[in-house]
């Protein structure tokens, strides 16, 4: 079955502390893992995604195939890191459909 | 200004009524799709279309319509057969060639 697992439904944290928000997924095959970031008010965008292995506003994600897992990371987090975050996987077949996680909110306090 | 428009950003129904959300884009984007996003569920597929006059159930279709009849249109009907309506709907669409979809920024049914 294909499944994207968001643990975690929050994450709070501190200004300044590291952060880490899990993905975990089951795909018979090999898919592209994306994360998106919803800001408050504001439409569903990309954040990055495995094939570029970019880091944009300081967060990078690294494609674990071994654990199925592709964690979203950030050193030290910002106050207008606070947003809810998916995890997606697309379906490697016609459709090239989305499939979302259940989403975390990270909420970082000052 | 490019990219992709949802109309109304709020609608209110009545129980028994269809209503139907506009999705355009102008970003020349062949592939369109329509989700539905609830509280602690993420996204789930409801429709998606690959080309004009073209459209393929999602995981969640039944209560839902859509037609593609212009490649920058894909309007979705919510009809009296879906059972829970109320929720946020976000359109996305994506380009030939790439696995990045663009979306909206959704429409908030709510049943009354």
């Known amino acids: 079955a294909q499944r994207v697992t968001q643990p975690e439904k929050l994450l709070s944290v501190f200004k300044g502390a590291p952060v880490e928000l899990k993905c975990n997924y089951s795909y018979s095959g090999s898919p592209e893992l994306f994360w998106y970031v919803q800001y408050s008010r504001q439409r569903l965008q990309l954040l990055l995604r495995h094939i570029s292995r970019e880091s944009i506003k300081g967060f990078t994600a690294d494609l674990n195939k071994g654990e199925t897992s592709f964690h979203l990371k950030k050193p030290f987090a910002q106050e207008e890191d606070s947003a809810m975050y998916y995890c997606?996987?697309?379906?490697?077949?016609?459709?090239?459909?989305?499939?979302f996680g259940s989403g975390t909110r990270l909420l970082v306090r000052p | 200004d490019g990219g992709i428009t949802q109309s109304p950003k709020y609608l209110f129904r009545k129980e028994g009524q269809n209503v139907t959300l506009s999705c355009e884009q102008n970003l020349n984007h062949d592939a369109m799709y329509w989700y539905r996003q609830d509280p602690g569920q993420g996204l789930r597929l409801i429709y998606y279309s690959q080309i004009v006059n073209d459209f393929q159930k999602g995981d969640i279709a039944e209560g839902y319509s859509v037609s593609r009849e212009k490649k920058e249109s894909f309007p979705l009907t919510v009809t009296s057969a879906q059972k829970n309506p109320t929720a946020f709907y976000l359109c996305a669409s994506r380009g030939q060639g790439d696995n990045e979809q663009f979306f909206g920024p959704g429409t908030r049914l709510t049943v009354l």
């Open positions: 997606a996987l697309s379906a490697m077949d016609s459709s090239y459909k989305l499939i």
